[in-house]
């Protein structure tokens, strides 16, 4: 059991660039969580998606970010025309939504993605 | 809406006792906990559902109340181990996206 895994685990691009994240969730999982945190805060949330579905983006800024969940292949998160400011570790959880009253719906993290933007 | 967290900080002496406390506005569903170390993922401590259980494994208990929308962490002896920041996720309903507070960070010294 691989977990969720997280690629490239550390990303740097210069202002102007397209960064894409990429996350495969653990084996089993259909759903993943797109959560951004800015060193030293907390986890702010930012897309929820299941396969080829998009849940809740209500966390996801309305230019530039866009994240997808195919049916095939992984989740990815794209940031298009990078800013200074977008510079943050991304963390992809996935969770299996059991059904209601099956049992917990727990997250399971990846490592992270650190974007650096010059 | 993130759930507020209480203390923003705390610093122990191994051995000592701690309390993290999480509320919401919101009707809750479930509570979930969290510990993170520096420049690590998120790893999972428990989960609470709404019916105000108290859980527990080791030295680390939390209980959920569910009429307040209050859950707290117990950290109980803490050890060195017990480093890092503490999250609270809440689930409004089944299904439906985490949003965690923002976080507690504990250190425990020798």
């Known amino acids: 059991n691989a977990g969720v895994m997280q690629n490239p685990r550390h990303l740097v691009r210069r202002r102007g660039q397209e960064a894409r994240l990429r996350c495969s969730p653990m084996k089993g999982h259909s759903h993943v969580y797109w959560y951004r945190q800015l060193p030293e805060e907390g986890l702010k949330f930012m897309v929820y998606?299941?396969?080829?579905?998009?849940?809740?983006e209500s966390g996801m800024p309305k230019e530039r970010f866009s994240a997808e969940f195919p049916k095939e292949g992984p989740s990815i998160l794209r940031i298009q025309q990078v800013v200074r400011g977008d510079s943050a570790a991304y963390f992809c959880?996935?969770?299996?939504?059991?059904?209601?009253?099956?049992?917990?719906?727990?997250?399971?993290f990846g490592a992270g993605s650190r974007l650096t933007v010059l | 809406q993130q759930p507020v967290q209480s203390p923003q900080a705390v610093i122990l002496r191994e051995g000592e006792d701690a309390v993290i406390n999480c509320s919401s506005s919101k009707a809750l569903y479930s509570v979930h906990w969290y510990r993170q170390k520096h420049g690590e993922a998120p790893v999972f401590l428990m989960i609470?559902?709404?019916?105000?259980e108290q859980k527990g494994h080791d030295k680390i208990s939390a209980s959920f109340n569910e009429k307040k929308q209050q859950s707290s962490l117990y950290l109980t002896a803490s050890q060195l181990s017990y480093s890092g920041t503490y999250f609270c996720g809440t689930e409004t309903d089944y299904g439906q996206n985490f949003v965690f507070g923002p976080g507690t960070r504990l250190s425990v010294l020798p």
């Open positions: 998606l299941q396969k080829e579905n998009i849940i809740d």
């Open positions: 609470l559902l709404k019916g105000g």
């Open positions: 959880a996935s969770s299996p939504l059991n059904p209601k009253g099956s049992g917990a719906n727990v997250l399971t």
